[in-house]
T-cell receptor, first 118, second 113 residues
């Protein structure tokens, strides 16, 4: 099946700094990727849809200036948490629809990136 | 709009006992249904999916689910659980295509030795 990989899997940063998380589709091309945020013991909340070569589409309530998304190639999307604060600490997960499954809505998920802001 | 309700937030089960994790959904259109599993500190893995056809769907790791259109449910079952099944299980629904998945709040399955 399609493989999606995230890096880093763990990151700790100081308040006020920016952190970049990468999401790669390893064996397929992804024109669309989805970024989710998961709080402890809660479900995944969709933050934004990343579109290759165009601007990301953000869900209501998500600050686009704080969570910068770049989808510069068909295999890479990045999420940058700018001026991170402790309340941004969370588990961030990316996903992409496999090229043969776009009609089904099935997604392939990365391993997730745990961000801790001190 | 779609919504997903997982009726149990936590389910403790003795090892080798059967388990059922419940999921109800609502949607104004035809949907595709998914069960994902999340092991600690990992991303989600697809357990099974219902797209069309037979309402009994078999997935990986011995799990299966039965889609009930009249009750708008897709409960996940396993006849005999193992310690390694301890994880968070998410039910999700999609309208298909590149439409986003709507997730339930998850059910934490704990296997008791």
């Amino acid at each position: 099946g399609a493989v999606v990989s995230q890096h880093p899997s763990w990151v700790i940063c100081k308040s006020g700094t920016s952190v970049k998380i990468e999401c790669r589709s390893l064996d397929f091309q992804a024109t669309t990727m989805f970024w989710y945020r998961q709080f402890p013991k809660q479900s995944l909340m969709l933050m934004a849809t990343s579109n290759e070569g165009s601007k990301a589409t953000y869900e209501q309530g998500v600050e686009k200036d704080k969570f910068l998304i770049n989808h510069a190639s068909l295999t890479l999307s990045t999420l940058t948490v700018t001026s991170a604060h402790p309340e941004d600490s969370s588990f961030y997960i990316c996903s992409a629809p496999g090229t043969r499954t776009t009609i089904t809505g099935e997604l392939f998920f990365g391993e997730g990136s745990r961000l801790t802001v001190l | 709009a779609q919504s997903v309700t997982q009726l149990d937030s936590q389910v403790p089960v003795f090892e080798e006992a059967p388990v059922e994790l419940r999921c109800n959904y609502s949607s104004s259109v035809s949907v595709y249904l998914f069960w994902y599993v999340q092991y600690p500190n990992q991303g989600l893995q697809l357990l099974l999916k219902y797209l069309s056809g037979s309402t009994l769907v078999k997935g990986i790791n011995g799990f299966e689910a039965e889609f009930n259109k009249s009750q708008t449910s897709v409960h996940l079952r396993k006849p005999s659980v193992h310690i390694s099944d301890t994880a968070e299980y998410f039910c999700a629904v999609s309208g298909g295509g590149n439409e986003k998945l709507t997730f339930g709040t998850g059910t934490r399955l704990t296997i008791i030795p």
